[in-house]
Nanobody, 124 residues
């Protein structure tokens, strides 16, 4: 069974940090690009970051550039999202998605597998 599981979410104060992890089971994650997305209450889902299958190319939304970093450890079948200098507007459910492409497109990319999400709440 192909599965993605996110972890690492929680409650953090503004200015704090969290590291999310996306672990794959049932397939080899290193064959695919992986994206992180988020959806806040009442808002549409938005793309946050993407990393190519090799890890050589990454993309970040303007809203998180300089604060979030996406990375991958293919030996562990895991992709990470390091989130620093968190703001209340970063509060959302964060999802990871994988495949079928190896690279990250600027827009319109389809994804074949999704995780169930992890809640991130930034509040004092």
């Amino acid at each position: 069974q192909l599965q993605l599981v996110e972890s690492g979410g929680g409650l953090v104060q503004p200015g704090g940090s969290l590291r999310l992890a996306c672990v794959a089971s049932g397939f080899t994650l290193n064959a695919y690009a992986v994206g992180w997305f988020r959806q806040a209450p009442g808002k549409e889902r938005e793309g946050v970051s993407c990393i190519s299958s090799s890890g050589g190319s990454t993309k970040h939304a303007d809203s998180v550039k300089g604060r979030f970093t996406i990375s991958r450890d293919n030996a562990k079948n895991t992709v990470y999202l390091q989130m620093n200098s968190l703001k209340p507007e970063d509060t959302a459910i964060y999802y990871c998605a994988a495949g079928p492409l190896r690279g990250c497109l600027n827009s319109g990319q389809a994804w074949s597998s999704w995780g169930q999400g992890t809640q991130v709440t930034v509040s004092s």
